[in-house]
């Protein structure tokens, strides 16, 4: 096993003066550097762990004077197949890189040194296309892993395939959770009820503004959210549209715009934030890759009452400049602190931003 690297971080120019915020918050740099940072996680010590999908790398992250910047590198594992998803559990480091799960035992102790990782399970789906995923742990301690389909609109064979299973970290057994799920990237449970709430990116090729991509809520096991038949509430595929069944589905929990591409999501708890935002969703919209004008590319928050979506709005924009319709920073994934803080990946800008409000 290899050491890992050591660094300090801050090198890279960032235009951290075009992202904005609502008013009484801030938004700074908490690493640069951080090479195509995908998921995050928090260790007990405070550690962030992040995975990437390009580079293969694993990332720990440790603000050692506690000034909410990071000061030091560590670099977990390398070379691994797109390990985009990493959870943190009862001291141990969870990697998801495309058909397998790997554990590193003790983490926070051996940053400079990791351990070789164990083996939870390697034989789901090995298709790179939708491949990378992210992951999320229940209260329970069951970790939850979705599986893209290998296409941009199919039915595949494997009927692993556009779902979220459930796998349990002490067997390496699964079953499935979920069902009818394209690629879905950001995994959240809910504070008070402890359910499910899922992002799903929507297909290509029907046009700028159609299929509109989702957030979705799983209430419970068993669901069909309606791929390839069914995209939204109502957009029936050009392609499958006639085999639906759509009283068999679960409609979308809220309709984003087509093509925002909505990756991570988190609700905050922290108390930090104002009330509006406490229980609130914060999705990060990584942004158009194929759309005549681009879009996206920022974070959004939504407001809930109960389970239901009843507004959202922008919280950090910037990322993007409409008038060239050029983006120099493309956001991932949300991860809220104790100290009332949030964390903001950035795969395209290799950064991850801190947000804080000021308390008048």
């Given amino acids: 096993m290899f050491t890992a690297a050591i660094g300090v971080l801050f090198s890279s120019q960032l235009y951290l003066e075009e992202l904005i915020v609502p ?72 990697v998801a890189a495309v058909n397998r799960v790997l554990r ?76 009818g799920i394209r690629n879905s990237v950001g995994l959240a449970f809910h504070p008070s009820d402890k359910t499910l709430w899922f992002s799903d990116n929507g297909r290509d090729w029907l046009g700028d503004d159609s299929p509109p991509d989702e957030i979705n809520h799983a209430h419970t096991a068993g669901l069909n959210f309606g791929f390839p038949y069914l995209h939204g509430k109502d957009t029936l595929d ?39 935002y406490q229980n609130g969703l914060f999705i990060a919209e990584h942004g158009s890759w194929n759309r005549s004008d681009k879009t996206g590319y920022r974070v959004i928050h939504a407001q809930l009452e109960g389970n239901k979506v009843i507004k959202t709005e922008p919280f950090v924009t910037g990322w993007l400049n409409q008038e060239e319709d050029s983006a120099w920073g493309r956001p991932v994934d949300i991860l809220p602190l104790p100290d009332g803080s949030m964390l903001i990946s950035d795969d395209y800008a290799d950064a991850i931003y801190r947000v804080t409000y000021q308390k008048k």
């Fill in 104 to 179: 590193y035992d003790n983490i926070e102790k051996q940053l400079s040194k990791p351990p070789d990782p164990i083996v939870i399970i390697d034989d789901l789906p090995d298709d790179a296309h939708h491949g990378w995923k992210a992951i999320e742990f229940s209260a329970s301690g069951t970790l939850y892993v979705p599986i893209g389909v290998p296409c941009n609109i199919c039915i595949s064979e494997d009927d692993r395939h556009g779902t979220i299973i459930e796998l349990s970290i002490k067997t390496g057994k699964y079953k499935t959770f979920a069902t």
């Fill in 23 to 94: 008013d009484g918050f801030r938004i700074e740099l908490f690493a640069s550097d951080v090479t195509d940072a995908r998921q995050l996680a928090l260790g007990d010590d405070g550690t962030i762990f992040v995975g990437t999908r390009k580079q293969g790398d694993v990332y720990a992250l440790v603000d050692t004077d506690k000034d909410g910047k990071a000061d030091k590198q560590f670099l977990i594992d390398k070379d691994l197949n797109m390990p985009s998803g990493v959870a943190y559990r009862d001291g141990s480091l969870y």
């Fill in 238 to 276: 050009p392609e499958y549209g006639e085999q639906a069944a759509i009283d068999d589905y679960t409609l979308p929990a809220y309709e984003l715009g087509a093509h925002v591409a909505p990756l991570g999501l988190a609700f905050y708890d922290a108390g930090e934030f104002p009330a509006k």
